[in-house]
């Protein structure tokens, strides 16, 4: 068997643990907050205080280790907790490079409150290579951030590219993977030095949890800053979100392989649509970035799509209005379908255009999925 057990098999079994006591096959929830100390002064259990270690953490991080091929993982108690850190372990005056499509709240934080703590963020078109190469300031560049497929335009950035440019400038590739999850993509096989998840999104997939995730590929000094960042600031998740977390990852290969195809299927569709603009998928032979996206994407190309309707942002408020089926709501990554009138949230300095929607593809009958966008556009 080749690079067994599969993603499949590590998911289903959540890494087959078995609870030594009881034999439970489902871990249980561990509400305590301390932890007893040994007459010797040590913690031996290697627990001792739930900000610092939490053993509902442990199985979650360990399987995601393992679908990332990481040295080691860490869960935040939002997907902003997790991006956020890797910027907060480097020191003020430090540079990072990011794409000018990017999740917009991270965004807002590098041009907000990470510029006044004393970062430089420049923003380039990540699609081309160049301006990353030209953007990066010798010696004071420390990240080179991508998010690929990029909220909301599914944007993909060549990961390896990418990679070669960050180390060579001696820093490091950091990803968030959000959209595309371990399942389709796998940054670290591709050069990233850090993979980032909203595991909000798809990895716990019910939409009823927040958390967020980091994977490094090294347990070195910068990762135990992070740590720390962690540690000290208390962006931790609780027992109890980890717990529904780890039953979520359970099902996520099937989840995303479900969702990917629902996608692709709508996406064929609606680009042949009379009342749509364009169809933003990068599972489509006529996205921009299609190559990149069949190379580093396996197994499908992820279930977010945008939709530019004819018309305008008038025209698109009206379709989110007029659906049934799909559920008007932010966030993306659920069993059920969401769509989204974006500009109305990114607000002013958005790159993203009025007339799109933003559509989270879920797990329903792909049919009854299409009929209704039909009767919103007003075919
Ligand atoms: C791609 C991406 N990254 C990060 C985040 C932030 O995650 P959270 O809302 O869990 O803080 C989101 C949330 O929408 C996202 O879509």
Same mark, same amino acid.
């Given at each position: 068997m080749k690079n067994a057990p599969s993603q499949d098999t590590l998911c289903a079994q959540a890494?087959?643990?078995?609870?030594?006591?009881?034999? =439970?096959?489902v871990q249980p929830v561990h509400l305590a907050t301390t932890f007893e100390r040994d007459p010797?002064?040590?913690?031996s259990s290697g627990y001792s205080y739930i900000r610092n270690?939490?053993?509902?953490w442990d199985q979650a991080e360990q399987l995601l280790t393992r679908l990332e091929g990481g040295a080691g993982s860490l869960l935040f108690a939002s997907g902003m907790a997790a991006a956020t850190s890797p910027f907060l372990a480097l020191k003020p005056g430090d540079h990072v490079v990011a794409p000018e499509v990017m999740y917009w709240g991270l965004r807002k934080w590098l041009t907000g409150i990470g510029r006044d703590w004393g970062l430089a963020a420049d923003f380039v078109d990540m699609t081309d290579l160049a301006q990353v190469r030209s953007a990066i300031r010798p010696g004071t560049t420390r990240i080179v951030w991508a998010e690929t497929?990029?909220?909301?335009?599914w944007q993909i950035f060549d990961l390896t590219g990418l990679a070669e440019i960050a180390h060579a400038a001696g820093a490091r590739l950091a990803v968030d993977s959000t959209a595309a999850t371990p399942v389709l993509t796998q940054p670290i096989a591709l050069g990233a030095d850090l993979v980032m998840h909203a =595991?909000?999104?798809?990895?716990?997939?019910?939409?009823d949890v927040l958390a967020g995730t980091l994977t490094t590929t090294r347990d070195d000094e910068y990762w135990r800053r992070i740590q720390a960042v962690r540690t000290s600031g208390g962006a931790v998740l609780g027992s109890f979100e980890a717990w529904l977390l780890l039953r979520g990852m359970r099902t996520l290969p099937l989840r995303v392989r479900q969702a990917s195809a629902n996608a692709l299927f709508l996406a064929e569709r609606l680009e042949r649509?009379?009342?749509?603009?364009a169809v933003l998928y990068?599972?489509?032979?006529?996205?921009?970035?299609h190559a990149i996206a069949k190379r580093q994407m396996q197994g499908g190309f992820g279930g977010m799509l945008s939709i530019q309707v004819k018309g305008g942002a008038a025209a698109a408020i009206a379709c989110a209005a007029k659906v049934?089926?799909?559920?008007? =709501?932010t966030s993306l990554g659920g069993v059920e379908s969401l769509i989204e009138h974006r500009a109305s949230i990114e607000?002013?300095?958005?790159?993203?255009?009025?007339d799109l929607l933003r559509l989270s593809t879920g797990i329903e009958d792909k049919d009854e999925l299409l009929a209704d966008l039909d009767q919103a556009l007003g075919a």
């Amino acid at each position: 068997m080749k690079n067994a057990p599969s993603q499949d098999t590590l998911c289903a079994q959540a890494l087959g643990w078995v609870e030594p006591r009881t034999k =439970a096959l489902v871990q249980p929830v561990h509400l305590a907050t301390t932890f007893e100390r040994d007459p010797d002064n040590e913690y031996s259990s290697g627990y001792s205080y739930i900000r610092n270690e939490n053993p509902s953490w442990d199985q979650a991080e360990q399987l995601l280790t393992r679908l990332e091929g990481g040295a080691g993982s860490l869960l935040f108690a939002s997907g902003m907790a997790a991006a956020t850190s890797p910027f907060l372990a480097l020191k003020p005056g430090d540079h990072v490079v990011a794409p000018e499509v990017m999740y917009w709240g991270l965004r807002k934080w590098l041009t907000g409150i990470g510029r006044d703590w004393g970062l430089a963020a420049d923003f380039v078109d990540m699609t081309d290579l160049a301006q990353v190469r030209s953007a990066i300031r010798p010696g004071t560049t420390r990240i080179v951030w991508a998010e690929t497929p990029s909220n909301p335009m599914w944007q993909i950035f060549d990961l390896t590219g990418l990679a070669e440019i960050a180390h060579a400038a001696g820093a490091r590739l950091a990803v968030d993977s959000t959209a595309a999850t371990p399942v389709l993509t796998q940054p670290i096989a591709l050069g990233a030095d850090l993979v980032m998840h909203a =595991a909000t999104k798809y990895l716990n997939g019910h939409s009823d949890v927040l958390a967020g995730t980091l994977t490094t590929t090294r347990d070195d000094e910068y990762w135990r800053r992070i740590q720390a960042v962690r540690t000290s600031g208390g962006a931790v998740l609780g027992s109890f979100e980890a717990w529904l977390l780890l039953r979520g990852m359970r099902t996520l290969p099937l989840r995303v392989r479900q969702a990917s195809a629902n996608a692709l299927f709508l996406a064929e569709r609606l680009e042949r649509h009379p009342r749509i603009a364009a169809v933003l998928y990068p599972g489509l032979p006529s996205h921009p970035q299609h190559a990149i996206a069949k190379r580093q994407m396996q197994g499908g190309f992820g279930g977010m799509l945008s939709i530019q309707v004819k018309g305008g942002a008038a025209a698109a408020i009206a379709c989110a209005a007029k659906v049934k089926l799909w559920k008007r =709501a932010t966030s993306l990554g659920g069993v059920e379908s969401l769509i989204e009138h974006r500009a109305s949230i990114e607000g002013v300095g958005s790159p993203v255009p009025g007339d799109l929607l933003r559509l989270s593809t879920g797990i329903e009958d792909k049919d009854e999925l299409l009929a209704d966008l039909d009767q919103a556009l007003g075919a």
